[in-house]
């Protein structure tokens, strides 16, 4: 999804459904990027707004 220069695409089994990740599009204009972690489940999430790209990975069981 997307809104003007702003972005977001989940990857994998994400508890958030089209409405609550459009809320986050704020988050995103912003650079609030620990705003995408609070949903249940395991994804991958890629965001960007104008002057950075993020990707966050599932860091479950990580050591």
Do not use: K
Request: aromatic share 6%; glycine share 12%.
């Amino acid at each position: 999804m997307s809104q003007g220069t702003v972005s977001l695409a989940v990857v994998g089994d994400c508890g958030a459904d089209d409405d609550q990740l459009t809320a986050r599009l704020p988050a995103i204009r912003a650079g609030r990027w620990r705003e995408l972690s609070w949903w249940p489940g395991s994804y991958l999430v890629i965001a960007r707004n104008e002057a950075t790209l993020v990707v966050l990975g599932e860091l479950a069981g990580s050591t």
